[in-house]
């Protein structure tokens, strides 16, 4: 049987990433970070086209040599289409068509955040159909009816930011180093959960809202630290786990209402904010209580990675989903679900 060889591209942000995808099994991953971002505390666009510019051939390179596969022998190229920033997003999309044309190989364009969903099935164990998904990311939280690999719905999503907007924007108010998520993580993981308490906003149904709860931190900390210059040193572990602790309370009510309202007992979650110890926990956690079989990619596949757009692609070219060359990727691609 002749093999399906598939190269993917992720490009949507701050890390150029490759992979090669055999038959369905990843057999690389490259992933360049770029360190350029840390001194402005968030990613510049104009600076991460450029390292995206500077960084792809080399991981294309390197991803084709772990695979040990030469270009001659590819079935076909993926690429994030979307949603990300527009110029990142033009520099893997540019590389892919140009690579696909010479090749005269079939191109994929790949959703970004379907990706995230579908990195479930990089390993074992996989979930059984149908499933929800909950994805949280730096951009986008949704609540994901996952049918089959490529019919999917969403049922439930943000009014106004995302999740991880809201780990990120505490981070800065509490002067922490770019990226902060990770960090409010960590001091969290020490701290007293129940410290503080912040007010969480209520929503309609499966929907949320998280602007509430920055606003309200904001206003806290210019509290406290007019009280007591030391206020954020003193109290860095309970700040953190408190604020980690309101925000995955707000993912977890929502989560627990749409499995019980659509009787879905397989689980996952996927997307940056996934990589979270804490959202973890809580979500293997009331598995145990509800019956749940919950389902978490391992750690490399819950940041933005290219292993996950090629497992997306194998299914795309597997169903014939192909895109033309004069294909133009869109940094506000929606997801409101496939078929």
């Known amino acids: 049987m002749k093999k399906t060889i598939i190269l993917a591209i992720e490009s949507s942000c701050d890390e150029t990433s490759a992979s090669v995808i055999i038959n369905g099994k990843i057999k ?152 902060g998520g990770p960090l409010i993580d960590k001091y969290a993981q020490k701290g007293n959960p129940l410290a503080f308490e912040f007010p969480m906003v209520s929503t309609e149904g499966l929907s949320f809202s998280f602007s509430g709860i920055k606003t309200s931190f904001l206003y806290f900390f210019r509290k406290k630290v007019q009280e007591n210059q030391n206020f954020v040193d003193e109290n860095i572990e309970d700040i953190c786990a408190s604020v980690q602790h309101t925000l995955i309370k707000i993912l977890m009510n929502k989560l627990r209402k749409a499995a019980a309202k659509h009787k879905v007992k397989n689980i996952g979650i996927a997307g940056g904010v996934s990589a979270n110890s804490g959202l973890r926990k809580a979500v293997k956690e009331e598995g145990e209580k509800k019956g749940w079989d919950v389902f978490i990619p391992e750690f490399e596949y819950c940041t933005d990675n290219a292993a996950m757009i090629a497992i997306t692609a194998h299914y795309k070219y597997l169903a014939g989903e192909f895109e033309s060359l004069n294909v133009s990727p869109n940094p506000r691609m929606k997801f409101s679900g496939t078929r």
């Open 28 to 179: 690389s991953n490259i992933v360049a970070t770029q360190e350029v971002h840390h001194k402005y505390g968030g990613v510049v666009p104009e600076l991460a086209s450029r390292a995206h510019q500077k960084n792809i051939v080399p991981v294309v390179d390197q991803a084709l040599k772990e695979a040990e596969v030469q270009k001659s022998e590819l079935s076909a190229i993926a690429f994030t289409k979307g949603p990300g920033l527009l110029g990142a997003l033009l520099v893997g999309a540019s590389f892919a068509k140009s690579m696909a044309a010479a090749l005269n190989i079939p191109l994929i364009g790949v959703n970004h955040m379907q990706a995230h969903i579908l990195a479930h099935f990089i390993d074992e164990p996989q979930p059984q159909f149908p499933f929800l998904c909950l994805t949280v990311s730096g951009g986008h939280t949704q609540l994901v009816m996952v049918r089959s690999h490529l019919d999917m719905e969403v049922i439930g999503e943000t009014q106004d930011d995302a999740v991880g907007e809201a780990f990120d924007k505490t981070a800065k108010i509490l002067g922490l180093p770019y990226p």
